[in-house]
Protein backbone atom coordinates (compact mmCIF):
# COMPACT_ATOMS: atom_id res chain seq x y z
CA UNK A 1 0.00 0.00 0.00
CA UNK A 2 1.59 3.58 -1.21
CA UNK A 3 1.44 5.71 1.96
CA UNK A 4 1.01 9.33 0.95
CA UNK A 5 1.99 12.61 3.17
CA UNK A 6 0.66 16.24 2.76
CA UNK A 7 3.46 19.31 3.32
CA UNK A 8 2.97 22.92 2.65
CA UNK A 9 5.58 25.07 1.80
CA UNK A 10 6.48 29.07 1.18
CA UNK A 11 9.25 28.10 -1.05
CA UNK A 12 8.65 27.37 -4.71
CA UNK A 13 12.20 25.63 -5.02
CA UNK A 14 11.89 23.56 -1.57
CA UNK A 15 14.92 20.88 -1.02
CA UNK A 16 13.58 17.80 -0.29
CA UNK A 17 16.00 15.29 1.55
CA UNK A 18 15.95 12.40 4.24
CA UNK A 19 18.37 9.62 5.74
CA UNK A 20 17.54 6.25 5.07
CA UNK A 21 20.50 4.36 6.65
CA UNK A 22 19.69 1.32 5.17
CA UNK A 23 19.80 2.39 1.51
CA UNK A 24 23.19 3.70 1.82
CA UNK A 25 24.28 3.75 -2.07
CA UNK A 26 21.05 3.31 -3.67
CA UNK A 27 18.84 6.00 -5.42
CA UNK A 28 16.44 7.71 -4.45
CA UNK A 29 13.61 8.42 -7.72
CA UNK A 30 11.54 11.22 -7.72
CA UNK A 31 8.53 11.30 -10.09
CA UNK A 32 7.52 15.24 -10.72
CA UNK A 33 5.03 15.55 -13.24
CA UNK A 34 5.53 12.66 -15.62
CA UNK A 35 9.31 13.56 -15.21
CA UNK A 36 12.03 10.74 -13.50
CA UNK A 37 14.79 12.51 -11.84
CA UNK A 38 16.97 10.59 -9.15
CA UNK A 39 19.03 11.63 -6.41
CA UNK A 40 22.02 9.42 -4.95
CA UNK A 41 21.68 8.24 -1.31
CA UNK A 42 25.19 8.92 0.73
CA UNK A 43 26.76 5.74 0.88
CA UNK A 44 28.54 7.19 4.19
CA UNK A 45 25.70 9.28 5.70
CA UNK A 46 22.46 7.13 3.86
CA UNK A 47 21.63 10.91 3.27
CA UNK A 48 20.11 11.75 0.07
CA UNK A 49 18.57 15.42 -1.37
CA UNK A 50 16.95 16.90 -4.49
CA UNK A 51 15.29 20.54 -5.51
CA UNK A 52 12.99 21.06 -8.42
CA UNK A 53 15.54 22.81 -11.48
CA UNK A 54 12.55 25.37 -11.73
CA UNK A 55 11.00 26.63 -9.46
CA UNK A 56 6.98 25.43 -8.61
CA UNK A 57 3.67 27.90 -9.19
CA UNK A 58 1.33 27.85 -6.19
CA UNK A 59 -0.42 24.48 -6.18
CA UNK A 60 -0.35 20.93 -5.22
CA UNK A 61 2.36 18.65 -6.53
CA UNK A 62 1.85 14.68 -6.33
CA UNK A 63 5.67 13.32 -5.84
CA UNK A 64 6.04 10.24 -5.58
CA UNK A 65 9.43 8.57 -4.30
CA UNK A 66 10.99 5.26 -4.35
CA UNK A 67 14.21 3.52 -3.16
CA UNK A 68 16.25 1.57 -6.06
CA UNK A 69 18.92 -0.53 -3.75
CA UNK A 70 22.51 -1.13 -4.72
CA UNK A 71 20.85 -4.83 -6.34
CA UNK A 72 18.28 -2.78 -8.41
CA UNK A 73 15.80 -4.06 -6.70
CA UNK A 74 12.59 -1.29 -6.51
CA UNK A 75 10.99 -0.35 -2.69
CA UNK A 76 7.67 0.57 -2.27
CA UNK A 77 6.82 4.41 -3.33
CA UNK A 78 5.65 7.45 -0.99
CA UNK A 79 3.87 9.97 -2.38
CA UNK A 80 4.15 13.57 -1.48
CA UNK A 81 1.19 16.44 -2.04
CA UNK A 82 3.60 19.24 -1.72
CA UNK A 83 1.49 22.49 -1.84
CA UNK A 84 3.01 25.50 -2.52
CA UNK A 85 1.88 28.49 -1.07
CA UNK A 86 3.99 31.53 -1.98
CA UNK A 87 0.92 34.32 -1.07
CA UNK A 88 -1.08 35.91 1.58
CA UNK A 89 -4.81 34.89 1.36
CA UNK A 90 -7.35 37.81 -0.36
CA UNK A 91 -8.60 40.12 2.09
CA UNK A 92 -11.04 37.95 4.31
CA UNK A 93 -14.89 39.93 4.45
CA UNK A 94 -17.35 40.66 7.12
CA UNK A 95 -20.33 40.16 5.66
CA UNK A 96 -23.13 40.41 8.53
CA UNK A 97 -23.08 41.37 12.23
CA UNK A 98 -25.88 39.95 14.40
CA UNK A 99 -27.47 41.37 17.34
CA UNK A 100 -29.19 38.48 18.82
CA UNK A 101 -29.73 40.04 22.63
CA UNK A 102 -31.90 42.09 24.40
CA UNK A 103 -35.00 43.66 23.00
CA UNK A 104 -34.27 44.69 19.45
CA UNK A 105 -32.51 41.79 17.55
CA UNK A 106 -31.67 42.23 14.10
CA UNK A 107 -29.01 42.23 11.34
CA UNK A 108 -26.82 45.01 12.11
CA UNK A 109 -25.49 48.00 9.55
CA UNK A 110 -22.43 49.59 9.57
CA UNK A 111 -22.66 52.64 12.13
CA UNK A 112 -25.83 51.15 13.72
CA UNK A 113 -26.04 50.82 17.71
CA UNK A 114 -26.85 47.56 19.49
CA UNK A 115 -27.58 46.38 23.15
CA UNK A 116 -25.51 43.37 22.53
CA UNK A 117 -22.24 43.20 24.21
CA UNK A 118 -21.31 40.38 22.42
CA UNK A 119 -22.74 40.53 18.58
CA UNK A 120 -21.96 37.38 16.27
CA UNK A 121 -19.86 38.25 13.60
CA UNK A 122 -19.69 36.20 9.95
CA UNK A 123 -18.34 36.40 6.61
CA UNK A 124 -15.90 34.78 4.46
CA UNK A 125 -12.46 34.03 3.92
CA UNK A 126 -9.66 31.63 2.34
CA UNK A 127 -11.31 27.84 3.21
CA UNK A 128 -9.30 26.12 6.41
CA UNK A 129 -7.35 29.94 7.17
CA UNK A 130 -7.90 31.09 10.93
CA UNK A 131 -9.89 34.76 10.74
CA UNK A 132 -8.80 37.12 13.51
CA UNK A 133 -11.54 39.69 14.62
CA UNK A 134 -9.89 42.82 15.92
CA UNK A 135 -11.85 45.70 17.19
CA UNK A 136 -9.29 48.31 16.14
CA UNK A 137 -5.79 46.93 17.35
CA UNK A 138 -6.96 44.52 20.20
CA UNK A 139 -7.56 40.78 19.08
CA UNK A 140 -10.99 39.88 19.94
CA UNK A 141 -11.59 36.39 18.80
CA UNK A 142 -10.98 33.59 16.05
CA UNK A 143 -12.10 31.14 14.20
CA UNK A 144 -11.45 28.64 11.19
CA UNK A 145 -13.09 29.44 8.21
CA UNK A 146 -14.85 26.54 6.86
CA UNK A 147 -14.26 24.74 3.49
CA UNK A 148 -16.95 26.69 1.84
CA UNK A 149 -14.99 30.15 3.46
CA UNK A 150 -17.77 30.67 6.26
CA UNK A 151 -16.87 31.87 9.20
CA UNK A 152 -18.26 33.08 12.32
CA UNK A 153 -17.11 34.68 15.21
CA UNK A 154 -18.52 36.00 18.68
CA UNK A 155 -16.18 38.15 20.90
CA UNK A 156 -14.76 36.42 23.63
CA UNK A 157 -15.21 39.03 26.28
CA UNK A 158 -18.03 41.84 26.19
CA UNK A 159 -17.86 44.44 24.52
CA UNK A 160 -17.52 48.07 26.46
CA UNK A 161 -20.05 50.82 25.76
CA UNK A 162 -18.84 53.27 23.19
CA UNK A 163 -18.11 52.73 19.08
CA UNK A 164 -16.38 49.75 17.70
CA UNK A 165 -14.15 49.32 14.46
CA UNK A 166 -14.02 45.59 13.84
CA UNK A 167 -11.90 44.52 10.91
CA UNK A 168 -10.98 40.84 10.33
CA UNK A 169 -7.46 39.54 9.14
CA UNK A 170 -6.85 35.34 7.37
CA UNK A 171 -3.99 33.51 8.26
CA UNK A 172 -3.08 29.98 6.04
CA UNK A 173 -1.46 27.42 7.41
CA UNK A 174 1.52 28.74 6.11
CA UNK A 175 1.34 31.78 8.12
CA UNK A 176 1.06 33.85 5.10
CA UNK A 177 -1.30 36.99 6.50
CA UNK A 178 -4.15 38.83 4.47
CA UNK A 179 -4.66 42.43 4.61
CA UNK A 180 -6.72 43.62 7.60
Do not use: C
Not at 156 to 180: P, Q
Request: hydrophobic residues 30%; glycine residues 8%; negative net charge.
Amino acid sequence: MQETVQKWTTNPKPSLSTTIPEEKGGVMEIVLNGTIYKADIDKVTGTWSWTPDAALADGPYNITFRVIDDAGNYGDPTQLILHVDTTAPSKPEILRVLDDEGSEQSWLMPGAKTDDKTPVLSGSAEPGSIVRLYDGSNEIGSAKAAQNGRWEITPATELSEGTHSFTVTSTDRTGHISKA
